[in-house]
T-cell receptor, first 116, second 110 residues
Framework: GAGVSQSPSNKVTEKGKDVELRCDPI?????LYWYRQSLGQGLEFLIY????????KSGLPSDRFSAERTGGSVSTLTIQRTQQEDSAVYLC??????????????FGPGTRLTVL | EDKVVQSPLSLVVHEGDTVTLNCSYE??????LLWYKQEKKAPTFLFML????IEKKSGRLSSILDKKELSSILNITATQTGDSAIYLC??????????FGPGTSLSVIP
């Protein structure tokens, strides 16, 4: 596609439920990033992928969070047993791999998650 | 631990003023420094800096990197109300990890 897409754009869920957030990066971008932004806060790094592997998962806040990427393209961020503090905008970004060209990140529109 | 710091965290100026936003970093294997503008949900890319001392310019915005001081500044001249946004600084490492600073919230009042 022309840009990074994310779905859903908004998700309201009840505490304790599981949610899946999807990111479709720009075609050909091998690096994919997940960030979280709580109200009034900066971008919190969660995880990034090079191809299908995740060299750095250090930003995942707890073991309730997991992410996968298949086929070097679409990625899914899963939050199990959601808590109210998980409420935030979840942003996905993609870029070319370092050394392959201009490596600025292109962001998707984000998914606003609200946990009641 | 890799870290990116920005100052000030918030700033209020009048239209026509010139502002300077600061970013400093401590990271291993620095590759590039990125500036973004965030108005609504998704940040939009402004500049990428890799070489020290070379100014990048786009209209009223300019930025420069000082690798010796591990810092960068973003200048905005003749500010307009449309410049009101959060300005994010990020550093990319050679391992492709990107670390963002907390952002500077700029408000330009008429």
């Amino acid at each position: 596609g022309a840009g990074v897409s994310q779905s859903p754009s908004n998700k309201v869920t009840e505490k304790g439920k599981d949610v899946e957030l999807r990111c479709d990066p720009i075609s050909g971008h091998t690096a994919l990033y997940w960030y979280r932004q709580s109200l009034g806060q900066g971008l919190e790094f969660l995880i990034y992928f090079q191809g299908n592997s995740a060299p750095d998962k250090s930003g995942l806040p707890s073991d309730r969070f997991s992410a996968e990427r298949t086929g070097g393209s679409v990625s899914t961020l899963t939050i199990q047993r959601t808590q109210q503090e998980d409420s935030a905008v979840y942003l996905c970004a993609s870029s070319l791999r370092d050394g392959q060209g201009p490596n600025e990140q292109f962001f998707g529109p984000g998914t606003r998650l609200t946990v009641l | 631990e890799d870290k990116v710091v920005q100052s000030p965290l918030s700033l209020v100026v009048h239209e026509g003023d010139t502002v300077t936003l600061n970013c400093s970093y401590e990271v291993t294997n620095f590759r590039s420094l990125l500036w973004y503008k965030q108005e609504k949900k998704a940040p939009t890319f402004l500049f990428m800096l890799t070489s020290s001392g070379i100014e990048k310019k786009s209209g009223r915005l300019s930025s420069i990197l000082d690798k010796k001081e591990l810092s960068s500044i973003l200048n905005i001249t003749a500010t307009q109300t449309g410049d009101s946004a959060i300005y994010l600084c990020a550093v990319r490492t050679s391992y492709d990890k990107v670390i963002f600073g907390p952002g500077t919230s700029l408000s330009v009042i008429p």
